[in-house]
């Protein structure tokens, strides 16, 4: 049935409706009582009362098409359905009279979908002389930035016969508590001091207290709007376009807009006029197109752009000056526009410019992209100090490949076993001065092979995989899940991965070695092309290792770099 009757509602609620009857409801006790104050801002929120809630309404259209109002002044009459008016207005879940009036008091009832089937909420609306209120202050402050300040809680000057408890503060709907990252802002019984005061602080507060009227408890609630205010200015307008007199070229018969930007400092009643002016007059029968702007407004003021609108330039356009006037309640300042007759440019001469420069553009993209690895060497070489001095490591790269069993020989593992322990170290170490670690030749045996893998690691500054299926699927990948770790540990060990022969990933690899697989780059050894010292094999190689400054790599480099440039050329 409570169903049935929020279906019911659903389609009542743009008016009022008489015999709205609300199974469920109508034997329910109200839970929360409170009292508002006549001709004063007052908020009610669908919520169920909640001795730790941190705010008191939400204002998201979410909210708002999801809750339901009715009320009755008496219990004897009808509920009506609150529709969408100015006053109460309806605002997320929350309802806002601005202001509330006597005719207000009654039985407000407040439906949420699935959430609350039925809240039932009395409010009682009373003049200041029926509340006994002495010095009831207003509630609309006025503060003025950067100084100190005070917002008091007006419903506590009500209900002077009645000792009141420490009054609640909510800002915008949410708690106002005491923050150690807001040391300005105290709060002390009814009142909040801010000193000082910031642009932030700017909002609608409601103060709640209790008080008991014979055996009822009410919730008295008074709301002030802040207004954040700076000091009134004391200077005319500042033209922050055009300054002085700006000479713009115009082409004739084309449309111009002509801008005017002006800064105005702050006035709470803002007296501010911007217009455009022909030769400095205002001609009543030839009036400009003319539209105005202005910025969001701020503690120091605002900007205002007024724009000036010519359909076409004419000639007699050219011969006049154009005058903003701008005034505020200190002065006038004016600021002048000069039209100058545009010359018309070779539109040849620009396309012809434009392609040149497009040409130029691609061919520096196309050499640089080919010449990518050179150039980093290159600069490497003279340009970057040496990565590897005071680094702690004494080796340049770990070097890991499947090691040979005397029962898996064939002639695919030896050719891997000579890369590794042959072919790699004669060019890195012999050609390009690198010291490479390779565990049977560097690492003394004696000690467990896992220790010294990773300590090998560790002092390395690379570690280079060579990769292969006997790789990935014998006891070899363990080195490589280490030399991971390590480099997740250690940000100066980074991986080169070598694909020396197609493989297969298994099944059984461990998360870690799977995804350094799929994300670490890649050099792809070819054995018929790649053993050749300058092949690109080599480069990418070098390109990944530390940056060693040795004049070796420099004149290696600079050597190769210029010989592909003049081929490129020529």
Not at 58 to 66: E, G, I, T
Request: charged share 25%.
């Amino acid at each position: 049935m409570l169903t049935l009757s929020w279906i019911l509602a659903l389609f009542v609620s743009g008016a009022e409706v008489r015999e709205i009857n609300l199974p469920g409801c109508s034997h329910a006790e109200p839970q929360i009582w409170y009292r508002a104050i006549s001709d004063e801002e007052f908020v009610l929120q669908c919520a169920l009362p909640d001795r730790d809630a941190t705010h008191i309404y939400n204002n998201s259209l979410l909210k708002q098409h999801k809750v339901k109002w009715f009320w009755h002044q008496k219990d004897k009459e009808p509920l009506k359905a609150i529709k969408e008016s100015s006053n109460p207005a309806l605002q997320g879940n929350a309802l806002w009279f601005k202001p509330v009036r006597d005719s207000a008091s009654g039985v407000y009832i407040c439906m949420i979908w699935e959430k609350i089937p039925c809240l039932k909420i009395v409010l009682e609306v009373q003049t200041k002389k029926a509340a006994k209120c002495s010095g009831y202050d207003t509630n609309v402050l006025y503060l003025l930035a950067g100084s100190g300040n005070s917002i008091t809680c007006p419903g506590t000057k009500c209900y002077s016969h009645i000792q009141k408890p420490d009054v609640k503060w909510y800002k915008d709907g949410h708690q106002i508590k005491h923050r150690k990252s807001r040391q300005s802002r105290k709060l002390k019984r009814n009142e909040i001091y801010l000193n000082p005061t910031y642009g932030k602080d700017a909002g609608i507060y409601v103060c709640d207290y209790t008080l008991y009227d014979n055996t009822t408890k009410w919730t008295m609630r008074t709301a002030v709007t802040v207004e954040v205010i700076a000091k009134t200015t004391i200077h005319p307008p500042n033209f922050l376009y055009p300054n002085g007199v700006v000479i713009l070229e115009a082409e004739l018969g084309k449309p111009l807009e002509l801008e005017c930007r002006v800064q105005f400092g702050f006035e709470r009643v803002s007296s501010m006029r911007v217009t455009w002016k022909r030769n400095n007059k205002e001609n009543i029968n030839e009036k400009l197109n003319q539209e105005t702007s202005v910025c969001p407004k701020g503690l120091r003021g605002h900007t205002l752009l007024h724009v000036a609108k010519l359909k076409e330039v004419t000639e007699r356009d050219l011969r006049s000056n154009f005058t903003c006037f701008a005034e505020n309640s200190v002065g006038n300042a004016t600021a002048v526009i000069q039209l100058k007759r545009k010359q018309r440019v070779f539109l040849l001469y620009i396309l012809c410019s434009a392609i040149s420069t497009l040409f130029a553009f691609l061919l520096c993209a196309v050499f640089v992209y080919q010449h990518w690895i050179e150039i980093v060497l290159m600069y490497r070489s003279y340009l970057v100090h040496n990565e590897t001095t005071g680094d702690g490591k004494e080796f340049d790269a770990f070097v890991s490949y499947a090691k040979l069993d005397s029962s898996e020989s064939d002639s695919t593992l030896i050719s891997e076993e000579k890369f590794a322990l042959e072919l790699l170290p004669d060019m890195l170490e012999n050609k390009y001065g690198y010291k490479l670690c390779i565990l049977e030749r560097d690492v003394l045996p004696g000690g467990a092979y896992t220790d010294e893998v990773v300590t090998a690691i560790k002092q390395s500054r690379r570690a280079i995989i060579i990769l292969s299926p006997a790789y990935v699927s014998g006891p070899s990948i363990f080195e490589l899940q280490a030399a991971v770790n390590c480099a997740l540990e250690d940000k100066k060990i980074k991986l080169v991965l070598i694909k020396f022969q197609a493989f297969q990933e298994p099944e059984t690899l461990p998360p870690v070695v799977k995804k350094a697989l799929r994300i670490l780059p890649v050099i792809t050894w070819k054995s018929s092309i790649s053993a050749a010292p300058n092949k690109k094999f080599w480069k990418y190689m070098r390109y990944h290792m530390p940056v060693k400054t040795t004049k070796m790599l420099g004149n290696c480099s600079l050597k190769g770099f210029f010989q592909r440039l003049f081929s490129l050329l020529y």
